[in-house]
């Protein structure tokens, strides 16, 4: 692998990394899951400790993190995506209706 883990994903279920650094647009998100190390193209400037989309994420699909259903996508997300409250509601798991 290239690069040093710079993103933490801790399922394969999930659809979103979480930047463990700044990560800038074009860099590449490195991760592992399970004993497979991945990445992914980063296409927007991504915070330390934000969200971005591990895959293409489809308007009203639910975004998955930390094995919680953390929200809906309220347009459609690309690959490497920062995801937040732009392109994001928050669903609270239990109190607001899937």
Do not use: C, W
């Not at 930047?19 to 497979?36: C, R």
Request: charged letters at 30%; zero cysteines; hydrophobic letters at 35%.
């Amino acid at each position: 692998m290239e690069g040093s883990i710079n993103a933490i994903v801790i399922d394969k279920k999930y659809n979103v990394g979480v930047a463990l650094e700044n990560l800038k647009i074009n860099d590449i998100a490195y991760f592992k899951i399970g004993n497979d190390y991945k990445t992914v193209k980063v296409i927007d400037e991504i915070p330390i400790y934000h969200k971005f989309a591990l895959k293409d994420i489809n308007k009203d699909d639910f975004v998955y993190k930390y094995g919680e259903n953390i929200g809906k996508a309220i347009r459609n997300i690309k690959e490497g995506e920062h995801v937040h409250t732009h392109n994001l509601i928050s669903i609270r798991e239990g109190v607001e209706e899937q």
